[in-house]
């Protein structure tokens, strides 16, 4: 007996063309890859003994076609999908074999892709939405029916499977959330905004990872006659009969080991052909996509520089109403002033009537004085001498009262004249500073009018930006995607599973002491603690009035951890936990990111699209 009999008796097996190859696929670490496979054999087993294949749905109604139509859904309705003899055994294989991360499958020694493009192309549905449609041209373009035909495909394709889903578990069960929505949507006039595709592709997903997992008690399969559409549209050499070799007496001198091992080499040739012609496509799609992501960097170049003018305007405008709001102060400081020069004027308007009452006193005197004079020379020229003497005393008086007034008089004339000037500056200064004001006003309305414009142009700008956003989150997931495929183990540029402990750096730090398989169990133990969204061994602290969060080592899990299985095994779980906490604290699940291996950080998207772009140009020249 050979030795490769051998290997056959003590191991079927490895004879089991739905048992995934020992050599894992590009793209998957071996070691993941590995684990996945040996949980094949306890799956296959289940699944083949326990699987009920149901039938689709029946043909719709004529009076449904034009609604049906219109949503994009009459061609995949109208698949004869009954025409070909149920597989059991093909859609057993697929279900046991789907890798829901990876997006595929494996069913008689070939790799099948289950992703929701996939799905829609071999089923004929509507290509997966975008974003959402025009409401209003949908709403013009829409038939009489749609909301009736909108209707009958959900009860017929959606709450049906549920419903038997909940009757065979005995309880009632909640309406899953995309469900849920779209029953809304078709209420309420919204059917253009469901994607038919997306929808009946997380039911039949959602079917396959429960019946992959033992989670559904009859083991029904609603979605079996989807799914074997999908392999066959992969395939479809699986589902042609077998014929007899002509010259060769049929099977019987050829062996079924070759047979087997002719029909693998040409189901890869297939898939390698069909991946070749993918990442060309992708190739073409990235180079489309890194010409947009330059568009993105002018756009987002010339959003800076008119966030910087805009920064520029504001400060010029509070410069302007400082200096007003000077102009202003400046202006009371001159009212207070004028009106303080009128109090004095008024003051000296009164000390002045006074002094003019005064001299009129006096001139009354006198010329009183002066007719007594007169009168007693005329009595008698005896006294004249005395009264000569006292007119002399009174016509001094007169000059000091004279030299006074004038004194008096040139002080008011002084004062009427500062008056003046004064008031005649203050009048000056407000025309200059009315004039100032209309400027100031007129400045701060042109200013109001940029600043509007400047408002709506940054609302298109951060609109743009949003979109242009979008786009790219939409480019990484396709970069995800392609580096999915094309990469392996030794590039530097690939995917790293953020929060995930890795199975080989386990095994280095356990293996003085464990052997691979209590390895495994402890690698896989520790990456249910991690995902455990209860075990939280971090502290909040506050560092400068702000909060920040610090690891704890001396949580009670990772001491036993550290005393048991030493340092190394420590850091790599406390790096995980860091990872989580960092890159999705709330989901409790790893996260995909690009990754440059080379510098230990995460790949920037021009590296990634250089990476892609120079994997395309390699794989051309060897073709």
């Known amino acids: 007996m050979s030795k490769r009999h051998r290997t056959a008796a003590s191991d079927p097996w490895d004879d089991d063309q739905d048992m995934p190859p020992q050599k894992a696929p590009p793209g998957i670490h071996r070691s993941v890859y590995l684990e996945w496979r040996a949980g094949a054999t306890g799956r296959l087993r289940d699944v083949r003994d326990n699987l009920r294949l149901l039938a689709p749905p029946p043909p719709p109604p004529a009076s449904q076609e034009a609604g049906l139509r219109a949503l994009g859904l009459l061609d995949f309705v109208r698949l004869r999908l009954d025409d070909a003899p149920p597989r059991r055994d093909l859609v ?10 990876y997006e595929w499958s494996y069913a008689r020694g070939a790799f099948v892709k289950v992703s929701l493009d996939a799905f829609a192309d071999a089923l004929r549905l509507p290509p997966p939405t975008e974003g959402p449609p025009d409401a209003a041209a949908a ?7 749609l909301a009736s035909a909108a209707e009958w495909f959900i009860e017929a394709y959606i709450l049906k499977p549920l419903r038997a889903r909940a009757a065979a578990e005995g309880r009632p069960r909640r309406l899953p959330s995309d469900v849920d929505l779209a029953l809304y949507r078709a209420k309420f006039g919204m059917v253009h905004k469901v994607d038919w595709s997306r929808l009946i592709w997380v039911l039949a997903e959602k079917e396959m990872v429960d019946l992959s ?10 979605y079996a006659a989807y799914l074997q559409r999908l392999i066959w549209v992969d395939n479809p050499g699986l589902f042609q009969p077998a014929l007899p070799l002509l010259g060769l007496g049929g099977d019987q001198n050829l062996p079924s080991e070759l047979q087997s091992k002719m029909q693998e080499v040409e189901a890869r040739s297939k898939l390698l052909d069909a991946r070749s012609k993918l990442l060309d496509t992708r190739a073409e799609h990235l180079e489309s996509k890194s010409k947009e992501l330059e568009e993105r960097a002018l756009a987002s170049k010339t959003l800076t520089e008119l966030e910087l003018l805009n920064r520029n305007l504001l400060a010029e405008k509070e410069a302007i109403n400082s200096e007003l709001v000077g102009v202003q102060e400046e202006l009371g400081e001159a009212r207070k002033q004028l009106m303080q020069l009128d109090d004095s004027m008024e003051s000296m308007k009164s000390l002045s009537k006074a002094l003019f009452s005064r001299e009129r006193k006096s001139n009354a005197r006198l010329l009183n ?4 004079l007169v009168t007693k020379e005329i009595k008698g020229n005896g006294d004249l001498k005395s009264h000569q003497e006292e007119l002399a005393e009174l016509q001094d008086g007169m000059q000091g009262l004279k030299s006074l007034n004038q004194v008096l008089c040139s002080r008011e004339r002084e004062s009427n004249v500062q008056l003046l000037d004064t008031r005649w500056a203050l009048v000056t200064k407000e025309i200059k500073g009315n004039g100032d004001l209309k400027n100031l006003r007129e400045e701060l309305a042109e200013l109001r009018d940029g600043m509007q414009g400047l408002e709506s142009l940054n609302q298109v700008l951060v609109t743009k930006n949003l979109i ?6 939409a480019a990484r997931k396709e970069l995800i995607d392609g580096l999915m495929v094309a990469t392996n183990g030794r590039a530097n540029i690939g995917l790293k599973r953020m929060g995930e402990l890795d199975p080989k750096a386990v095994a280095n730090a356990c293996r003085p002491r464990l052997s691979q398989k209590k390895t495994l169990i402890l690698c896989s133990k520790w990456e249910a603690q991690i995902r455990n969204a209860g075990w939280h061994p971090f502290k909040v602290i506050m560092v400068d009035d702000q909060p920040m969060e610090i690891f704890l080592d001396d949580d009670d899990k990772l001491v036993e951890l550290k005393q048991e299985h030493g340092d190394q095994m420590f850091a790599l779980v ?3 936990l860091i990872e989580r906490n960092k890159y999705n604290p709330s989901g409790g699940y790893p996260e995909t990111l690009l990754w440059n291996f080379k510098h230990s950080r995460e790949a920037t998207m021009e590296e990634a699209v250089q990476f892609i772009v120079k994997k395309c140009c390699a794989n051309k020249r060897k073709r």
């Not at 997992?213 to 609603?222: E, S, V």
């Open 213 to 222: 997992k033992g989670r559904r008690p009859d083991w029904t399969c609603h």
């Open 369 to 372: 004085a002066r007719w007594a």
């Open 574 to 576: 406390k790096q995980a």
């Open 92 to 101: 057993a294989a697929l279900v046991a074999n789907y890798k829901q991360f």
């Open 468 to 473: 242009h956003n979008d786009k790219l989150q």
């Open 139 to 145: 709403a013009a373009a829409a038939p009489p029916g």
